[in-house]
């Protein structure tokens, strides 16, 4: 919920710094490289420190955080506030995955779609907090009225120029922000509540045995991975962005048909993301994956080919969102099959897909103001799916070979068993 709480409160922030929102798009590039930073930083603690008590400091750091947001009254402390937040957010996503291999390894498939179900079960439940839950105010009603005078907002800019923080003026949006605050705060208590009862027993036996598996050819897995989630994750964050854009200029829906497409992605997202903690415990991660791969490329070109299909753009991302769903965690559970995954190991293929995040939808943005004819979103998500497609195989390859190589070698020893000795003879 922390990491999808910006989005519906985005308008409410820029009116509570006297800015508009194109103005303060500046945030969400700052949260990002933060993020990057945070899983840089994430990857090299959480080999040196235990991991329930990184996890529940960096949660109480995110709740001081996400109570100073409201709070902020200038654009640039705003900034700095969602930078700061975004290094949190990097350290908590490195070392969840971390600490789920940690304890599970190979065996936690299951509980690692569970964990990412919580992250799509949390951007679910952010709109509804931000929006149904807590309501509007009356402050941004007046935000959209005609009448506004550009003169007094200048003059009260300058009067309160030096006005870092106060209270803002929509209750709601700091209730928003301190509700979240607050279950992450009590979350954090179990946490620190495992560290001092197993901090000894389960974590260093679980370090251990984590160090002595290592992959042949273990740099190069963890480059494609990072490839692989850099594919995935533009792609996954670049459609969830344009397609209400893209139904409404390219398809010509309406905005309440678009915002239903939209929500339809992101639904089926997270049913899917809930239904893979069953699948995942009698399917292999490497099968999760290509029934995704599968599902994606046929989906991706469906829309290609009828691009402008109202009906098809509905049932194409129906399927689409659903395809997207396990990526990511049955990923990362395939490659701890063959070796072990690390602080640092973890933070580089979580860099490429925030990467992906970053680079991939700024240069949609780009490329689809100058072809507006052109379906360049669905042009990417197919790119995308296909080296997905064939970045997994290789990869597969890639990690199977030395056990081959075994297996041929056992065969040949067996064989030489089986022949009769030049003494018998």
């Not at 409201?70 to 995955?97: E, Q």
């Not at 007046?142 to 120029?161: I, R």
């Not at 809930?274 to 791969?293: D, E, K, Q, W, Y």
């Not at 599968?294 to 969102?321: E, H, M, N, Q, R």
Request: glycine letters at 8%.
């Amino acid at each position: 919920m922390s990491g999808a709480i910006l989005g519906p409160t985005f308008q409410d922030l820029a009116t509570n710094v006297n800015r508009n929102i194109s103005d303060l798009s500046l945030i969400f590039v700052s949260r990002a490289s933060g993020f990057l930073g945070g899983s840089v930083v994430g990857g090299i603690l959480i080999d040196h420190m235990n991991h329930f008590l990184l996890l529940g400091v960096s949660l109480w750091a995110s709740t001081l955080i996400l109570a100073l947001i409201p709070f902020c009254k200038t654009a640039t402390l705003l900034v700095v506030v969602m930078s700061l937040f975004g290094v949190a957010f990097g350290i908590l996503d490195t070392g969840v995955n971390v600490l789920i291999l940690a304890l599970w390894g190979d065996k936690g498939a299951p509980h690692m779609q569970a964990l990412h179900f919580s992250f799509a079960l949390g951007a679910f439940l952010a709109p509804l907090l931000a929006k149904v839950a807590l309501g509007t105010t009356a402050s941004e009603a007046n935000h959209t009225e005609p009448d506004f005078h550009p003169v007094a907002l200048n003059q009260s800019l300058e009067v309160n120029s030096e006005v870092l923080l106060g209270v803002p003026d929509n209750l709601n949006l700091m209730w928003a922000y301190v509700s979240i605050g607050t279950y992450i705060f009590v979350v954090s208590f179990f946490l620190f509540g495992l560290f001092f009862k197993k901090r000894s027993r389960h974590g260093k036996s679980a370090v251990s045995t984590q160090r002595s598996r290592r992959a042949k050819y273990h740099k190069a897995l963890l480059c494609l991975l990072f490839l692989f989630f850099f594919f995935y994750v533009g792609a996954e964050v670049t459609y969830g962005s344009y397609i209400f854009s893209f139904a409404t200029t390219h398809v010509g829906m309406e905005e309440s048909e678009a915002a239903g497409l939209n929500s339809i992605f992101w639904g089926t997202f997270a049913a899917c993301r809930g239904l893979a903690i069953f699948f995942a415990a009698c399917l292999r991660p490497a099968t999760m994956i290509v029934l995704s791969n599968i599902s994606s490329l046929a989906s991706s070109l469906f829309l290609v080919l009828f691009d402008k299909s109202p009906l098809c753009l509905w049932i194409a991302t129906s399927v689409y969102g659903a395809s997207m769903a396990t990526t990511f965690p049955s990923g990362i559970s395939w490659l701890e099959q063959y070796t072990s995954i690390s602080g640092k190991s973890a933070a580089f293929f979580v860099i490429g897909g925030c990467l992906g995040d970053m680079a991939i939808p700024a240069v949609i943005g780009i490329l689809q103001g100058q072809y507006p004819d052109l379906p360049i979103l669905l042009y990417t998500c197919l790119v995308s799916a296909i080296f997905t497609g064939i970045l997994f195989p290789v990869m597969y390859k890639l990690a199977t070979l030395p056990l081959a190589h075994q297996r041929k070698a056992h065969r040949s020893r067996g064989d030489q068993k089986a022949l009769p000795s030049p003494s018998g003879l």
